[in-house]
């Protein structure tokens, strides 16, 4: 096998069958530059395109970091996804169009299961980012909205201590994604929020106001 490459064995989450799917050597993997966004590119292969598992004898897809499925959940799995789709063969090397289909496969899963929003926000940030690397316009603003509508329901609704992302990272993701939308009036909101905080870190107090003017750059150009 390619050394980049290793199988690893997974439990499905919901037929309970083991089986094994490539991942990436953490080790092999070089990020080159990220976008504003966060969005990584990588020298070689792109490790996101195998961070959903796909179960090859049920079809379920999920990441590492679904929850265990509670029992009432099985049924409405079992009418509005296993019994509806063809099972994909996805546990060996990936195209590019094989990720975001995992993908695309793990959010319905996610949203079935009502899954942490954190969790399905991430899920859409990704299939964007691999619509940007194909440079697919108009689906990587579809899921970008889809994952600033989520983010924002995790901002009104949950205690942003507890979330798996700094809370000045977080804001400044939210004002990052309004600018990318087209919304800077929205952005410029919520960057002001970091720059009235004396408690940001100097690390995201300089990268919103790199893209503040980098935006309003852009607004002057249009």
Known sequence: M??????????????????????MRQSKTKVIKRDADYCPYYEGVNP???EVNVCPHCGFAFTDSFSPIRELKNNRIKQDYIDKIQV???????????????????????TILEEQNFIIANLCMRIAW?????QNKEEELRFLKNALDTYYEI?????LDKIPMDKYTFIYLI?????????YEKMRRWFSMIFEDKNVTPKIL???R?????????????
């Open 155 to 159: 901002y009104e609704t949950e205690d």
């Open 130 to 134: 691999i619509n940007r690397y194909l």
């Open 48 to 50: 996101l395109f195998y």
């Open 88 to 110: 994909p063969q996805l546990c060996k090397k990936r195209s590019i169009q094989d990720a975001i289909y995992s993908y695309k496969l793990a959010l319905y899963t996610a």
């Open 175 to 183: 004002g990052e994604l309004q600018g990318r939308l087209g919304d």
């Open 206 to 208: 300089k990268m919103a």
């Open 2 to 23: 390619d050394e980049v490459f290793y199988e690893k064995k997974i439990k499905c989450l919901y037929c309970k069958e083991d089986f094994k799917t490539l991942k």
């Open 210 to 222: 790199d893209r503040w003017n980098e935006y309003k750059e852009m607004e002057l150009n249009n």
